[in-house]
C-alpha cells in the first residue's frame, strides 16, 4: 500500500444508497486507522433521460447539485459516527461529471477508493452498481468494495485478513496489500492457494498436496521477512479458487484480490474469479490495482 502523502487519501463514492452509506462507515474507520484524511464525492450526469426533442427541464441541474448536497451532508455525518469528530479530516464535493471517469481520475492520487457494491435508482444517480464494477477495472489504486451488509456483520476485530493467491508474479500486489492491511490491523493473514486443473486430479494426492504446500512455502517466505507482525496461515485446496476463497471468507474481516492473474495448473483468486468474488462476499473486498 502506498505510503506518499496523497491529495486525497481515501475517496468514497457517495450516493445516499445503503451500500453507499455502509461504504462510508467502513472508509471512515479505516481512514482513521491509517491516519488519511477522507474525501466523499457524489456525482451526477448533467441530464435527464427524455426525448431528444424535449427540451431539459429549468433548474434540474440546480436541483441535482443541491440534492448531493443534501447525500453529502448525510455521508459526513455517518462518518463521524463511525470514529467520533475531530478524528478524521472529511472534506466532500459534488462533480457534475460521469462516476467512473471522476472517479478513475481521483484514483491517481489517492490511497484508496471505496464504493459500495450497488447503488440506487433516482433521477442522474448512477454512481454505485455497474459502476463500481468500472472502477475496479480501472482505478490506479487499491479499491475496497463494499456490500450493505457489511454494516450488521458480526466480525471481531480479530478476525484474519484473507488473501487468494497463485504465486504468480501476478499475485504479488495482493500478498502485498494483504500483508499491509493484516499489520495494520494487527491480526493474522490466510493465504489460499487453489488449484483446479483437471491434470491435478489424476495425480496422487500427497504428491500434489506436497508440491502445492512447496510452492506457496517458497512464494511467501520472503513477503513474511518483510512483515515479521503478521502471523500467516497458508491453506492449499483442491477446488475451484472462487470458491474456496467465497468459503474462507465467513471467517475474516477483509478478503484481498488481485484485479488480473494467469492461466494453468495454480489457477487462483485473480481476474475472472475476482468478480465472483466481488458477486458472492459479502465482506469487505480490496481490490489490489497497480498504481
Not at 482513521?32 to 431539459?56: C, E, G, S
Not at 459516527?81 to 472529511?90: H, L, N, S, Y
Request: proline fraction near 6%; include cysteine; hydrophobic fraction near 45%.
Amino acid at each position: 500500500m502506498s505510503t506518499n502523502v496523497t491529495r486525497y487519501g481515501i475517496v468514497v463514492g457517495v450516493d445516499g444508497s445503503a451500500a453507499s452509506n455502509a461504504a462510508v462507515s467502513w472508509a471512515a474507520r479505516d481512514a482513521a486507522l491509517r491516519k488519511l484524511h477522507l474525501t466523499l464525492v457524489h456525482t451526477f450526469k448533467p441530464f435527464v433521460p427524455t426525448y431528444p426533442q424535449i427540451p431539459l427541464p429549468d433548474g434540474v441541474s440546480f436541483w441535482q447539485e443541491q440534492d448531493g448536497q443534501q447525500v453529502l451532508e448525510q455521508a459526513v455525518k455517518i462518518a463521524r459516527e463511525a470514529v467520533g469528530d475531530g478524528t478524521i479530516a472529511i472534506a466532500s464535493e459534488v462533480k457534475e461529471l460521469p462516476p467512473v471517469p471522476t472517479l478513475v481520475e481521483m484514483s491517481s492520487d489517492a490511497d484508496l477508493v471505496v464504493v459500495g457494491s450497488t447503488g440506487r435508482g433516482a433521477v442522474g444517480r448512477v454512481l454505485l452498481g455497474s459502476v463500481s464494477d468500472g472502477v475496479v477495472r480501472s482505478a490506479k489504486c487499491p479499491v475496497a468494495v463494499i456490500h450493505e451488509e457489511a454494516s450488521y456483520l458480526p466480525r471481531s476485530n480479530q478476525a484474519p485478513v484473507l488473501v487468494g493467491i497463485d504465486c504468480s508474479p501476478a499475485s504479488d500486489l495482493a500478498l502485498a496489500v494483504a500483508l499491509e492491511e493484516a499489520s495494520r490491523r494487527g491480526v493474522g493473514l490466510k493465504v489460499v492457494h487453489a488449484w483446479s486443473d483437471v491434470a491435478v486430479y489424476q495425480r496422487p494426492w500427497l504428491e500434489w498436496a506436497d508440491e502445492a504446500e512447496r510452492n506457496l512455502a517458497e512464494y511467501i517466505a520472503g513477503w513474511q521477512e518483510r512483515y515479521p507482525d503478521v502471523s500467516v496461515k497458508r491453506i492449499v485446496v483442491l477446488d475451484h479458487p472462487g470458491r474456496a476463497v467465497i468459503e474462507e471468507s465467513e471467517s475474516a474481516q477483509l478478503v484481498v484480490v488481485g484485479s488480473h492473474g494467469r492461466g494453468g495448473m495454480a489457477r487462483a483468486l485473480l481476474g475472472s474469479v475476482s468478480n465472483a468474488v466481488l458477486h458472492s462476499v459479502v465482506t469487505p473486498v480490496i481490490v489490489a490495482r497497480p498504481a
